[in-house]
């Protein structure tokens, strides 16, 4: 029998290899070539690191949206040279590589089902060996970052190291504010664990006795008095109470910070500029044409718009009702189908965004339809990669050729690519609900 390639030596030393070849790749495209390889977010992000070298606000920076910890972590981009210019890349694909090297370790867990190296490496390598992921990560964005705070939170959870979940659930909404949609599904999967009633262990001749009326009397009585309290007492667990204020006192703690060094404008690129955020470009949203007509149309004072409201039904579907039907299901699979939905609904929908959902692939998959079913999983992929190669014709057309192709072309293709999400989270959905832990580890 020939060595299984799925070893973690090998897997992680091709890991590597992917993102070492792209780097390059990435220099030599950005010398020769008039389409640049580097993503235009990293050097939003490398010149904001070099205001902060300066000791001035990295919101000096035009559409610099993110939190100063970025800016701060990619100050060495601004000593000089080509190296230290890619460094924030390298620190990126790293990134993906913890994160990949997490899910194993997940997968191989007992909450993660229990997973063999080699099966839990091969799902992992959907992560790792991903080129969609190793040449975001390469080309500059820092989606890899969050990645792996969000896979270490899972982990955290999974693992019930309550301190450090709700430490890396602050860390990550500062980052990126999305990732509070998980608060929900994690406290409603850290349950208090079941106790058996006294009263199921006693033998019955040892159980009190009292007229079927008189139990009627003071069930009904106990009921009205107590039952809010004590369903109350049994939800204010120490794990929920702990993450809660741990989770809190991190982010409170971090905007504090960054409000006394940076003041308001802090405040209104990091947070309060998504509300009205009507970016048009390179978006796959069905929104995109809405806020194409919305940016050429001047804001009047008290006039309310609906990107602003826009978020209303996404938060309902991603942050409510997905975490309180699948949360103590599968946690890693509501987590999924929150991002999912979360993405598919935004109203600035970008290729980065993807990875934000293509992350927990490898938690899904092992006991999803998607994978029992090859005709439907095969159909799902190929729709929604045709749906998007379709987006991606037209915006071509609009933003490379300069021909408005607006309607009907790139709003019709944004509804398809919509549509296809719709019916892929659905999949999801229905994969995830039947799911309990023991089915996902016999499935594993």
């Given at each position: 029998?020939?060595?299984?390639?799925?070893?973690?030596?090998?897997?992680?030393?091709?890991?590597?290899?992917?993102?070492i070849i792209l780097l390059f790749y990435g220099l030599f495209q950005d010398t020769y070539s008039p389409l640049k390889y580097t993503d235009i977010d990293y050097f939003v992000f490398?010149?904001?690191?070099?205001?902060?070298?300066?000791?001035?606000?990295?919101?000096?920076?035009?559409?610099?949206?993110?939190?100063?910890?970025?800016?701060?972590?990619?100050?060495?981009?601004?000593?000089?040279?080509?190296?230290?210019?890619?460094?924030g890349k390298v620190v990126f694909a790293l990134s993906d590589i913890v994160a990949g090297w997490l899910i194993m370790l997940v997968l191989r867990s007992?909450?993660?089902?229990?997973?063999?190296?080699?099966?839990?490496?091969?799902?992992?390598?959907?992560?790792?060996l991903n080129p969609m992921v190793a040449t975001i990560?390469?080309?500059?964005?820092?989606?890899?970052?969050?990645?792996?705070?969000?896979?270490?939170?899972?982990?955290?959870?999974?693992?019930?190291?309550?301190?450090?979940?709700?430490?890396?659930?602050?860390?990550?909404v500062h980052f990126k504010i999305y990732p509070f949609i998980y608060a929900t599904s994690i406290?409603?999967?850290?349950?208090?664990?079941?106790?058996?009633?006294?009263?199921?262990?006693?033998?019955?001749?040892?159980?009190?006795?009292f007229p079927k009326s008189s139990q009627l009397h003071l069930s009904s009585q106990t009921l009205t008095t107590t039952s809010i309290l004590a369903r109350l007492k049994l939800f204010l667990t120490p794990a929920r109470l702990t993450l809660t204020l741990t989770s809190l006192s991190t982010f409170l703690l971090l905007n504090i910070a960054m409000y006394a060094l940076y003041s308001t404008p802090f405040l209104t690129h990091t947070y309060l500029h998504h509300l009205t955020r009507i970016d048009h470009r390179h978006n796959f949203s069905p929104y995109n044409t809405l806020l194409y007509l919305s940016s050429s149309s001047p804001h009047k004072?008290?006039?309310?718009?609906?990107?602003?409201l826009a978020f209303i039904p996404q938060l309902a579907l991603s942050a409510f009702f997905i975490p309180v039907v699948l949360a103590k299901r599968d946690l890693p699979g509501a987590m999924l189908a929150q991002t999912f939905a979360f993405v598919a609904f935004n109203k600035v929908c970008t290729s980065q965004y993807f990875l934000w959902y293509l992350?927990?692939?490898?938690?899904?998959?092992?006991?999803?339809?998607?994978?029992?079913?090859?005709?439907?999983?095969?159909?799902?992929?190929?729709?929604w990669i045709g749906t998007q190669a379709l987006w991606l014709q037209q915006g071509y057309?609009?933003?490379?050729?300069?021909?408005?192709?607006?309607?009907?072309?790139?709003?019709?293709s944004s509804l398809l690519f919509f549509i296809t999400n719709i019916w892929v989270l659905g999949i999801i959905i229905d994969d995830v609900g039947r799911l309990n832990s023991r089915t996902k580890a016999r499935l594993s």
């Open positions: 029998m020939s060595p299984s390639f799925f070893t973690t030596p090998k897997v992680l030393i091709s890991a590597i290899l992917l993102r490398t010149d904001a690191a070099r205001y902060v070298s300066r000791g001035l606000s990295p919101y000096q920076r035009e559409t610099y949206r993110y939190t100063p910890l970025l800016a701060w972590l990619l100050l060495p981009t601004t000593w000089g040279g080509a190296a230290w210019f890619a460094f007992p909450a993660g089902g229990c997973m063999s190296t080699d099966r839990a490496l091969k799902f992992a390598s959907i992560w790792l990560s390469t080309r500059g964005s820092s989606e890899g970052l969050l990645g792996v705070i969000v896979v270490g939170l899972l982990w955290a959870v999974m693992h019930r190291h309550i301190k450090l979940a709700g430490i890396l659930l602050g860390l990550a406290i409603w999967y850290l349950d208090s664990e079941p106790t058996p009633a006294t009263t199921a262990t006693a033998p019955p001749s040892q159980q009190p006795s004072n008290g006039q309310l718009h609906f990107e602003s992350i927990f692939l490898p938690f899904y998959l092992p006991s999803s339809s998607l994978l029992s079913k090859p005709r439907l999983g095969l159909t799902a992929a190929g729709a057309q609009l933003e490379f050729l300069g021909r408005s192709t607006f309607v009907p072309g790139l709003w019709l």
